[in-house]
């Protein structure tokens, strides 16, 4: 004789478990769906956080750069008078005057120097006391300056300064007649941390 008591828990069985898997499978495709349109937004995220610091690192760059290459111009600049100078007097001046100071040399503690171009050109870049003041920069004609903010001049959050001191010969003795060590150092804010890039090398007096 069959037990129908015995069929019906079975059937009930077999019935919630099948309702069971078909639960997991949505709770596993509701999680694959939340993965599949997640992942993207986070990458698009991060790689929106990241070109804004990628964009200041290269202006920084191109600063550090900049700051050399106006420096070298100072230095040319003496080194052109020295070589067109007639002789007699009075003397043209040493090949590093106004580097650090009027007259040439550098004191035994250094100097630390800002430059810059003006806002229209870049013919006779000066070194000056550092202040710790941010370039500003004219758009109108792509030149990182000093001048005031105001029409197409926009205050920037970049800060250069230029460190200069004497140079060590080989031996240990310094070198103060044939080279200056230089080091350009561009710094800025950004949303999370202060960020800065350096560049070291020697500026000598080659005619």
Not at 84 to 108: E, L
Request: include cysteine; charge should be neutral; glycine fraction near 8%.
């Amino acid at each position: 004789m069959i037990s129908l008591q015995k069929n019906i828990p079975t059937r009930f069985q077999k019935t919630h478990q099948s309702h069971g898997f078909s639960l997991i499978e949505s709770l596993v495709a509701i999680s694959v769906l939340v993965l599949a349109i997640t992942g993207p937004v986070v990458l698009a995220t991060q790689s929106l956080r990241g070109i804004a610091p990628n964009r200041d690192k290269l202006v920084a760059v191109h600063l550090m750069q900049e700051g050399y290459e106006l420096l070298r111009n100072v230095r040319d600049r003496n080194v052109h008078i020295i070589v067109a100078d007639v002789p007699g007097p009075p003397d043209p001046p040493p090949w590093d005057n106004n580097i650090c100071q009027a007259g040439g040399g550098i004191p035994v503690a250094g100097c630390d120097r800002e430059i810059a171009c003006a806002r229209t050109n870049c013919d006779a870049p000066s070194l000056q006391p550092y202040t710790g003041t941010p370039l500003n920069l004219d758009t109108a004609t792509g030149f990182y300056n000093y001048a005031g903010v105001g029409g197409t001049n926009n205050a920037t959050v970049f800060v250069r300064r230029v460190r200069l001191e004497q140079a060590p010969f080989p031996s240990g003795a310094l070198d103060t007649d044939m080279q200056i060590k230089y080091t350009i150092t561009v710094s800025w804010q950004d949303r999370f941390s202060p960020k800065s890039v350096q560049t070291s090398g020697y500026l000598t007096n080659w005619r």
